[in-house]
Structure formats: C-alpha cells, structure tokens
DNA sequence: ATCGATCGGTTACAAGTTATCACGAAGACT
DNA sequence: AGTCTTCGTGATAACTTGTAACCGATCGAT
C-alpha cells in the first residue's frame, strides 16, 4: 500500500485509523474466529467508545467485506510474487499451503463457511480469476496428454471464471482440479479434522500434488 | 433409534421437547446458517419463554454438539445404507454429494468452519471412523497398480483413523484421497464460491470421480 | 391417599452485543 | 474570525446468552 502521499491531513488519519481498526479485528480473529469478532472490543481496545467506530465501517458486514477482501488480495498478491520468482505448479502449491497455515483463521475466512448476512463484493470475484489465471499460467509450461473428458467439452464454453484465458480447456481443468483438490486437503487441515487421525498432513498434501503433476 | 419403549413418561416427555428443540434448531439453521441460531427465538416458536430451554441444554455449545453429532450420525447412516444396497464407490460418492446439497448447512456445520467456542465430542471421531472404514470396503473390491508413494509408507504406520483397518495402506490412501476431493469440490460448491463462475459442478465432481477410479 | 422432593416453567435480572441518535468539541477551509 | 465538516461522546433501543429465585404440577414413596 505505498502511494498515499498527496491526501488531505484529514483523509491520511482515516486511513490510519481505519487501518488500526482492522489490525485488532485481524487479530481477534486470529485467536477467536471471525463469529468472535466484536466491534466494541475493537474500539476499546482503540481507546475510543463504542459508537465512534461506526464512523470508519458502517457496520460489522462492513468491515468483515473489506477484511475478506484484503485476505483475498493478500493470497493473489503471495501466488503472484511467487510465479514472479520463478515458482512452478509445486511451488505455488507449496506457497498456497503456506499462506493457509500462516494463519488458518484467514483462510477459513475466504473460503470457509460463509458469513451469514454478509455477500461477496464484485470485485472478490475478480481478484479470483487473477489468482485463476496466475495458476494456468503456471499449468500451461506443462505438457499433458490427457484424455478429453466430458467436463473439458464443458469447459470450453464456461471459461469466464478464468478471465477468458486462451488455454486449451485441458489446461484450466488442471488449474480447477489444482485448486479444489488443495482446498479439500487445507481446509480439512486448518479446521482441525485431521486432528486425532495421526497423518502427517504435509505428506498427504505432497502426495496429491505429486498425483496431480503426472504421477 | 427404536426401543425407546421402557421409560418413565417425565422421560419420554423430557425426550420429546429435546428433539422438538432440535428440530426448530435444524430450521434455523437452515435458513441463517448455525452462526444464527438463537435459543430464544427457539424457545419461543415453542410457546415457552426463554430460560426454559436451559433445563433442557446447558447452552448454546451443548445444543450445537449434539446437532453435530447427528449431523454426522445422518451421514454415516446415509453411507452405510447405501452400501448395504449394493453402491460402489460412485455410488458412495454420489450419495454424499445427494447429502450434502439436501442441506448445505448440515454439511458446513459437520465440514465447514468450526464454532469458536465448541470442541468436538468424543464418539464423533468413532462415527469418522465408521464412515470411513465404509469407504475403504468399498475400494477394497477394487484392484490398483498404485506405485507406493512416501504417503503409502507413512499410512502403513499410521491408520488409527481408519479403526486399524487390515487393508492394504494404498486402499486407505484410496479412501482419504476420494474424502478430501470430494470434500474439497463439495465445500466450495456449499459454500456458494462456485457460484459467478459458470460451469456445473456436478461435472466437475464427476470429472473427479474418474480420475480417482483410474481414469 | 397423602406427603415430599424433583422437575418444568415462569418472571426478573445481569452482562454482553450491534446500531442509531443527539449533542459538544475540535480541526479545516474560506 | 467565522463557518462547516468531521470526530468522539453518552444515552438509548432492541437484541443476545445465561443465572437466580420462585411457583405449580407431577411422580414416587410411604
């Protein structure tokens, strides 16, 4: 976030403190959950009372958006800084995994039970396709002699997901599967269900990257 | 759950409202997701006021548990009868995803997001384990020519999860892999981040369900 | 059959929450 | 300086979960 110099005194404190308020709310959902989050908390904690937080966030779905959306823009920004240097589809797996891991709380929070009021801002869903596209990009160094299944036909007409990228819709599959075979693993991993059954949740992870990859 | 014929009437009266309470929960969270659920309105779309309900739950944490637990319960019935009639392992798959979608709250409360206060019980991992040894006998009558991956190994010494099934660990590492894909296509699509994207999920995850049976 | 303890339900209350309103103080701009 | 927007305040409303005290009906035992 550079680029906030030319701003009236006024407008640079709002945004001061409007990125104080979501310092607190990130890490009350750190240690409570997003369900936890409470906007008095918040403002105590900030030394003001109560009410005087409605005049920075309208109100909870207000801010739990402009969270989400940040959460959102921090994956896309970690998926690309790492195809940026180099990483191919195991890398941005492996960055993907750890992202989650960094603060399991935060993933829950994207891709988690949603919230119940609250809908996905439009933009959200552009921020997805950058993150899709980041990932087809990566599959298209890859070369695969896959069968044509039914579902690549499909695919081959329903692509707006991908920002219309020009892949062969064998590609955007591989990219598709990439991401709900990882989401299956992370959010299983990060909402504890993995707790009492004794695996390393790495080596299942690896193992299904390496299944993905061409065995 | 037959056989609930000896008891006292305060008893079967006591079993009665608790189930009704259950009940009005399941609406609830149905319509507003489990994060909603209010004991109060329950209370009052019963015709009792308020702390009555409290004689039968302790709380918010105790109500939820249990839904949790038959929640679960439904599934691994849902599981079970279907493999007594003869499914195969897509037609496991396709049971659970039938499932799932039937209440998409359901499936979040069981897979989705955890509560930030409860834990979950005991006997929950017991019935886990129940569904998934199903599963394992459904890729038993299967044969693979799977080369041992490292997560193979690693399964050998770790299987409590699967109730020390005797399979052969390249079958439990089978069974984990179709939970996880499975989970993986079934969250996001419950959880509606399918939903600006286009394509039909139900070809995604039978696209899945290919590749996972040998493609 | 009467007596007594337990159970079920009630109202009242405490400590929280989100959110709105009306007001005062302080900075910013003309 | 004067005005005007903004910020923060306390008061208030309508909620929530959960506890405490009380009262009546029912069930079990004598």
Redesign the pocket.
């Known amino acids: 976030m550079p680029e906030s110099g030319t701003k009236?005194?006024?407008?640079r404190?709002?945004a001061q403190?409007r990125g104080e308020i979501k310092e607190r709310a990130w890490e009350q959902i750190a240690t409570a959950g997003a369900s936890a989050?409470?906007?008095?908390?918040?403002?105590?904690q900030?030394?003001?009372?109560?009410?005087?937080?409605?005049?920075?966030?309208?109100?909870?779905?207000?801010?739990i958006t402009e969270l989400v959306r940040d959460a959102y823009q921090s994956l896309a920004d970690a998926i690309r800084a790492a195809f940026d240097a180099g990483a191919d589809v195991t890398g941005l797996a492996h960055e993907w995994r750890r992202w989650a891991l960094e603060d399991p709380h935060r993933y829950l929070l994207v891709f988690g039970t949603p919230i119940p009021?609250y809908r996905a801002p439009d933009d959200v869903t552009a921020i997805a396709s950058r993150i899709m596209a980041v990932l087809i990009d990566a599959f298209a160094a890859h070369t695969f002699e896959s069968p044509a299944t039914p579902f690549d036909a499909h695919l081959d007409s329903h692509r707006q997901w991908a920002a219309d990228h020009p892949a062969p819709s064998a590609v955007l599959h591989r990219a598709l599967t990439l991401w709900t075979r990882l989401h299956g693993i992370l959010s299983l991993e990060v909402a504890g269900h993995f707790a009492g059954m004794g695996f390393d949740p790495a080596l299942l992870f690896a193992a299904e990257l390496d299944a993905l990859l061409g065995h």
Chains 1, 2 share one sequence.
Do not use: C, F, H, T
């Open positions: 009236s005194p006024r407008e404190y709002r403190v989050l409470s906007l008095n908390a918040i403002a105590k900030l030394g003001m009372s109560g009410p005087a937080l409605y005049r920075y966030y309208a109100g909870r779905d207000e801010l009021g």
